[in-house]
């Protein structure tokens, strides 16, 4: 439970200093960059690698490629539906999650079936070099 | 106060997830939009308001000012992506490099693709407002 509520402090705090320097900044397409901050991914990354060290950190980074492509197709998606579809921001940024979760999984599922036939290849490999060498 | 509440609980449910279902799909989540929600929301608010006490037509210039931000969000997301990069490459061998290596690598991949795409718009523009006048010759004539 403490675990929930450290996380929940850094979290906010992290998140809200991000925001407050995206208020502070002009124009507004700039102040949009920090709209896309690492601001969770601070503070999640800080909190992993104190409980469960670098490897796991470098884990999680590795699937955040993912997520961070689909974060681009998903403000682009946001964009077209508010000028182009006239949606109000609210149901064009709740709608378009469909869109990242869609993306984020399908670029896991690909990055993670190469990986896997990569190490059945390097398997492969290893087994051929194995039974050459006996 | 809002954002601080959805900043907390985006950090509580990736770490859930990532209790959960391990740290791979937990990650995914690192780049959860959750917050920008929440941004791009009170951004049309603010917008709509200002231009109702200013006396103008709001809706759609509220909804224009959330586009904006959602634009400038695509190029940060590349930062995101720099930053992924980055910490992933460098985790194992510094920890303290990786956290600093990895949000100078979002900082400044964010603000190039800002200033390119600013540079593109005004190269643009400058190029349909020549051809406006371009156009605007012969019908004068």
Redesign the interface.
Same mark, same amino acid.
């Given at each position: 439970m403490t675990? $929930?509520v450290i996380?929940?402090?850094?979290? &906010? @705090?992290?998140?809200?200093a991000f925001?407050m320097l995206?208020d502070l900044l002009r124009p507004?397409?700039? =102040?949009? +960059?920090?709209?896309?901050?690492?601001? !969770?991914? +601070?503070? %999640?990354?800080?909190? @992993?690698?104190y409980q469960?060290g670098?490897? $796991? =950190? =470098?884990?999680? %980074?590795?699937?955040?490629? &993912?997520? @961070?492509?689909?974060? #681009?197709v $998903?403000? !682009?998606v946001?964009?077209h539906l +508010?000028?182009r579809a006239?949606?109000?921001? #609210?149901p064009? %940024? +709740?709608l378009s999650?469909v869109v990242?979760l869609i993306v984020?999984?399908g670029v896991?599922t690909l990055a993670?079936g190469q990986t896997r036939s990569r190490s059945a290849f390097r398997r492969h490999l290893s087994r051929k070099a194995a039974g050459t060498n006996t | 106060m809002i954002r601080f509440a959805l900043g907390g609980a985006a950090t509580v449910f990736t770490g859930l997830v990532s209790s959960r279902y391990g740290a791979s799909i937990g990650g995914l989540f690192l780049a959860l939009p959750a917050i920008f929600c929440a941004s791009a929301t009170l951004i049309e608010k603010h917008e709509i308001r200002r231009k109702r006490e200013a006396g103008l037509a709001c809706e759609r210039r509220g909804q224009m000012a959330a586009a904006v931000d959602s634009a400038g969000a695509a190029l940060g997301a590349l930062g995101m992506l720099a930053f992924a990069i980055v910490f992933s490459l460098t985790a194992e061998s510094s920890i303290a490099a990786a956290f600093m290596g990895a949000s100078l690598a979002w900082l400044v991949i964010s603000v190039a693709a800002w200033y390119v795409r600013l540079k593109t718009r005004s190269v643009q523009r400058v190029q349909s407002e020549q051809k406006g006048s371009d156009s605007a010759i012969p019908r004068s004539r």
């Amino acid at each position: 439970m403490t675990e $929930y509520v450290i996380r929940f402090l850094v979290g &906010g @705090a992290v998140v809200s200093a991000f925001a407050m320097l995206g208020d502070l900044l002009r124009p507004k397409s700039f =102040a949009g +960059l920090f709209g896309a901050a690492p601001s !969770v991914a +601070l503070a %999640t990354l800080g909190i @992993a690698v104190y409980q469960h060290g670098a490897d $796991y =950190a =470098a884990l999680q %980074t590795q699937a955040m490629i &993912g997520g @961070a492509i689909a974060l #681009a197709v $998903y403000s !682009v998606v946001v964009c077209h539906l +508010l000028v182009r579809a006239k949606l109000r921001a #609210a149901p064009a %940024t +709740l709608l378009s999650l469909v869109v990242w979760l869609i993306v984020a999984f399908g670029v896991l599922t690909l990055a993670g079936g190469q990986t896997r036939s990569r190490s059945a290849f390097r398997r492969h490999l290893s087994r051929k070099a194995a039974g050459t060498n006996t | 106060m809002i954002r601080f509440a959805l900043g907390g609980a985006a950090t509580v449910f990736t770490g859930l997830v990532s209790s959960r279902y391990g740290a791979s799909i937990g990650g995914l989540f690192l780049a959860l939009p959750a917050i920008f929600c929440a941004s791009a929301t009170l951004i049309e608010k603010h917008e709509i308001r200002r231009k109702r006490e200013a006396g103008l037509a709001c809706e759609r210039r509220g909804q224009m000012a959330a586009a904006v931000d959602s634009a400038g969000a695509a190029l940060g997301a590349l930062g995101m992506l720099a930053f992924a990069i980055v910490f992933s490459l460098t985790a194992e061998s510094s920890i303290a490099a990786a956290f600093m290596g990895a949000s100078l690598a979002w900082l400044v991949i964010s603000v190039a693709a800002w200033y390119v795409r600013l540079k593109t718009r005004s190269v643009q523009r400058v190029q349909s407002e020549q051809k406006g006048s371009d156009s605007a010759i012969p019908r004068s004539r």
